[in-house]
């Protein structure tokens, strides 16, 4: 059987041993459901110590979009506005569950280069906002994605310069961190230092893009979302019952540095990945690779080349300019990596 070149998502990958080992380590007997079990209570006492914050509540639920969207629904009401990122998730692909989740509130999608939001974009848009004017709608909070939707990665100061911004109008923070791991990985931040101590409220917290079989916690660093967290989390039927196999995957995720090593892993792949391809004539990087993830332009006979070859990615990601898309997950070998950027250069070198 020939090599699998798949590069389309982290969540084509395989789960990780040690999450299938947590899963079958809590599969013994019976434990009560709905958080009243040990593996959940662990699993909060875990992340209040990788946070380094002794207050922090925690949510988990199964999907990235659910997780966004009770974390915004719970941060801002029907007449408020969503500041993002033009390219972020929660705007390009969760057919607009935070607006539905609040009940009604917008997305305001606001400009920066290579998925950073620009602090002057988002000052302008406040600045111009009709604040305290009832005709118009409130901004109310700023939802920023680190890794961003580019693969570029926030350092801890650029999330506190526009958390800064945010402040001044009184918004709370939500931060996206669906690859989370992958950005402290690359700004060798802590996940406090990218997180609370840089302004965020609520943190969405993916792990199953690190390798855990679909667990996204929702971490909240400020209270007085907790109550709300609570109820949109059941009202809107996205409290798990077996709950125990929630806690125990999120406990692999922090056990021996499982996260920081699949991110670290991932990454170093994108980087071997980028500069293979970037040393073939016509493949030009479209965003600098800071993360897991390579989006490049590159000529249409590569591209046929490595469908053909069956080798799964995004192709046109988006269109202008028009580039495609290859992520890497800690499950990508060198061999693969390898491998692809061998069948890009037979294109090349037959063109
Ligand atoms: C930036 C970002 N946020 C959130 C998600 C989570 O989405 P899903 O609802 O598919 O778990 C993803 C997944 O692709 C993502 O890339």
């Known amino acids: ?20 080992e947590a899963l079958t380590e809590a599969n013994v007997g019976f434990a009560t459901n709905f958080e009243a079990e040990e593996w959940t209570a662990g699993a909060i006492r875990r992340l209040r110590e990788f946070f380094e914050h002794d207050r922090l509540e925690a949510f988990t639920v199964t999907t990235g979009t659910a997780a966004n969207a009770i974390a915004l629904g719970a941060m801002v009401p029907p007449y408020g506005t969503i500041l993002c990122h033009w390219d972020a998730h929660i705007e390009t692909d969760e057919c607009g ?113 690190s390798g855990s079989f679909g667990v996204e916690t929702i971490v909240s660093f400020n209270d007085r979302y907790n109550v709300g967290l609570a109820y949109l989390r059941k009202r809107s039927g996205h409290f798990s019952p077996k709950t125990r196999f929630l806690g125990a995957q999120l406990q692999a995720y922090m056990d021996d540095d499982r996260w920081l090593k699949n991110a670290r892993h991932a990454n170093a792949m994108a980087l071997r990945l980028s500069r293979g391809l970037t040393a073939l004539a016509g493949v030009t990087l479209v965003h600098p690779v800071e993360g897991n993830e390579v989006f490049v332009q590159m000529p249409d006979a590569m591209v046929e080349r490595l469908v053909q070859r069956d080798c799964k990615f995004q192709r046109d990601w988006r269109p202008e300019p028009r580039h495609h898309r290859f992520v890497c997950s800690w499950a990508t070998t060198e061999a693969q990596v390898a491998e692809l950027i061998a069948v890009a250069q037979a294109a090349s070198v037959s063109a």
Request: overall charge neutral.
């Open 97 to 209: 569950a935070p607006e539905m989740f609040s009940f009604g509130a917008r997305q305001v999608p606001l400009a920066g280069e290579h998925g950073r939001l620009s602090p002057d974009a988002l000052a302008k848009h406040l600045s111009h906002a009709r604040i305290g004017v009832v005709h118009s709608l409130q901004p109310a909070a700023l939802s920023l994605t680190n890794l961003t939707e580019a693969g570029t990665a926030y350092t801890p100061d650029q999330i506190a310069a526009l958390t800064a911004i945010a402040r001044r109008y009184a918004l709370g923070v939500h931060l996206d961190g669906a690859r989370f791991a992958n950005a402290a990985a690359s700004v060798a931040a802590t996940p406090a230092e990218l997180s609370w101590k840089a302004g965020v409220d609520v943190l969405t917290l993916g792990t199953t893009k």
């Open 1 to 20: 059987m020939s090599l699998q070149l798949d590069f389309g998502s982290e969540n084509t990958a395989p789960v990780h041993p040690a999450f299938v």
